[in-house]
């Protein structure tokens, strides 16, 4: 069985895909203006974002975004904080991971 797609509800769907874009390299297919659109990468991931009034994900939810390396992680970490992200840095616990909130409302761990 493969899972076929992860819809999440997001308060800026603009802002969502344009932080998934630069940041972890996904492509939008499609777009209903600013209520809906529908992203894609190169390892078959189809994220749905759909707009909400109200984003309430409970406080461990968040979608991964495994690297290569543990100098990838540091790298998009680097990028977010020069962007003006509020970021940790990178620290060692189940991997080399970090955690971002992303525009619109929900949270991405980087880890390798």
């Known amino acids: 069985m493969k899972l076929n797609h992860?819809?999440?509800t997001v308060t800026n769907v603009n802002a969502a895909r344009e932080f998934?874009?630069?940041?972890f390299d996904l492509q939008t297919k499609s777009t209903h203006?600013?209520?809906?659109?529908?992203?894609?990468?190169e390892d078959g991931l189809l994220l749905a974002l759909m707009k909400g009034t109200e984003v309430n994900y409970p406080k461990s939810f968040h979608i991964g975004f495994f690297q290569e390396s543990k100098e990838r992680v540091n790298e998009i970490n680097q990028r977010l904080k020069d962007d003006g992200f509020?970021?940790?840095p990178p620290r060692m616990a189940h991997r080399w991971t970090f955690y971002v909130k992303a525009p619109g409302g929900f949270m991405v761990e980087v880890l390798n």
């Open 20 to 23: 998934l874009e630069k940041y």
């Open 33 to 41: 203006g600013d209520s809906f659109a529908v992203m894609t990468d």
């Open 86 to 88: 509020d970021v940790k």
């Open 6 to 8: 992860i819809n999440l």
